[in-house]
C-alpha cells in the first residue's frame, strides 16, 4: 500500500511536471480594461497545449485552487487577499483530469474579486499563475506569459457615460455592419435627423483632425449633435436617395463611392462623396469624406489640375495633417533616398528593398510618426505663389512662405522660398505630380 503512494504520488509529480513544462497559459480581460471600485473584474484563463503530444494536469471545481494572481500597484506594493481566500483550501474539494490534445486549449471565465480584496482607485499590474497539480506548497507553477494593466476608477458623474460607451461599442460589434452598411445607415440616420444615431460609425478624432475650421473632436460632437453638419462633406442636406458606385474592402481599411442626391431647397443636385472607413474597435468607422468631382474615377479630377493647383492642393492637405491626400500630388521618392539611413546604399538596394523603404515613410507620415525635424514641409503657414512655369511635361512653382517665430525680443517672421519641380505622369489620367522640392530662405 506505501509503495503505491509513493507511485502514485511519484505519478503525479511526473504529470504535473510535465503540464508545467508544455503548457502555455494566458490571462486577459473578458470584456473591458477600466472598472470601478464595486465592480467584478472578470478574466478569461486559457491553458494550450502548443505541443506535439497529449497534455494532462488537474482541474479544481473551484479555481482559486487551480489558479493564483499577483496584484501589485505600479511601485511594487502587493495587494490583499480576499478576506474568504483562505478558507478556500481548507475545505476539501473534488478535480477532475483534463487531457489536453496537441493544439487544444481550455478557457474559463473568473471574477479576480474571489482572489483580491476590494481595491482603491489606482492602477496596477497583475500576473497569473497555473497550478497543474492544484495549489499546494510544493506545486509546480506556471506562470502568465504577459502581465495585464488594470484600472480602477474613482466614483465620478460620468461613470454612466463611460457603462454606454462600452455597452454602444459592444452593441456595434455585435451589429457587425460591413462599410457600406455603415456609410448607408449614417446617411439615413442624417436624413431621418436622429443626430444621435447618425455620429455612432463616425471616427470624429479623424474627421476632427482634418477639419481647419474645427478644434477638437468635442467640439465637432457637439455641431453635430445639434444638427450643423456643415464640416464633414456630402452631409450638408439630408440625402433624397444615394446609391453605391464602387466598393474596396481589405482587412483593416476600406474605400466607398457613391453618389448622392440632394432637394434642400426644392432644385435638386447630386454629389460624388469618396467615405474613408477603418475598424480600428471591432466595427468599421467613418474617418473622412472626400467630394470627388468625377465619379468614376479619382484621375479626372487630379487631371484637371494644373501645377500652381497642385502645389495649393499639396499645401493645404499639410496645413490639415491629411497626408493621404497630400500624397497624391507628392512623389516621396527623392526624399527617402535622401534620408540618412538610405543615402550612401540606396543605389545597392534591391527594387524589394525601395518598395518597404518608401511604404514604411509613407506610413509614418499618415500616422503622425516622423520625428518634427523629419517631416517634410512642416513650417508651412502662410504662402503666396511667386512664379509658375510649365511646358507639357515638366513644370516648376515657386512659393514664398511667411513663418512667425516667438523669440525674447518678441515674434520674429521668417520668409522661405519654395521651388516645387513638378513632372506629368506616364499614366492615363496624364496628370501633374511633385517630384521633389527645393528650400531657400530670404533674408529681410
Sequence with gaps: MLRQLVF??????????TAQAEAQFSIRYHNKKIYYPDELVELKLTVSNPGSSALTFYLSDDPRRSFGFDLR???????????????????????RVVHLGPGQDLSINVFLNDWIAPLNPGQYRLSGFFYPQMRRTDSVVAI?????????????????ENKLDLEIRMAL????????GVVS???????????????????LDSLARISSMIENSEVLEKNLLRGSWN????????????????????????????????????????????????????FWQIRRVELLTDIDSDSLFYSNLDPQEVVSELLRAVQRGDWEIALRHLDISD????????????????AAEHRRALEEYRKKLIAGQLEESSSPLKDIDRWKTIHVNYTEVVGSVV??????????????????????????????????????????????
Design 8 to 17: 502514485s504520488f511519484f505519478f503525479i509529480s511526473i504529470v504535473g511536471f
Design 335 to 350: 526624399m527617402v533616398m535622401n534620408l540618412p539611413e538610405y543615402k550612401k546604399r540606396w543605389k545597392d538596394m534591391s
Design 185 to 203: 445607415e449614417t446617411l439615413s440616420n442624417r436624413r431621418e435627423l436622429k443626430f444621435n444615431w447618425a455620429i455612432l460609425y463616425l471616427d
Design 399 to 444: 512659393i514664398e512662405n511667411t513663418t512667425t517665430h516667438n523669440t525674447s525680443e518678441g515674434p520674429m517672421k521668417q520668409a522661405t522660398l519654395y521651388t516645387f519641380h513638378l513632372e506629368k505622369t506616364s499614366t492615363p489620367d496624364g496628370r501633374w505630380q511633385i517630384i521633389r522640392y527645393n528650400t531657400r530662405i530670404v533674408r529681410r
Design 144 to 160: 502568465s506569459e504577459s502581465t495585464l494593466d488594470l484600472t480602477i476608477m474613482p466614483e465620478t458623474e460620468l461613470r454612466w
Design 231 to 282: 464640416d464633414i462633406p456630402g452631409f450638408e442636406h439630408p440625402t433624397i436617395d444615394y446609391e453605391l458606385k464602387s466598393y474596396l474592402v481589405s482587412q483593416n481599411e476600406a474605400e466607398v463611392i457613391i453618389r448622392t442626391l440632394y432637394k434642400p431647397y426644392g432644385e435638386a443636385f447630386s454629389k460624388n462623396l469618396r467615405f474613408y472607413l477603418h475598424r480600428l474597435e471591432g
Design 173 to 180: 460589434i455585435d451589429k457587425n455592419l460591413d462599410p457600406w
Design 73 to 95: 500597484s505600479l511601485t511594487g506594493e502587493p495587494m490583499s487577499f480576499a478576506s474568504d481566500f483562505a478558507t478556500a483550501f481548507q475545505a476539501g474539494g473534488v478535480y
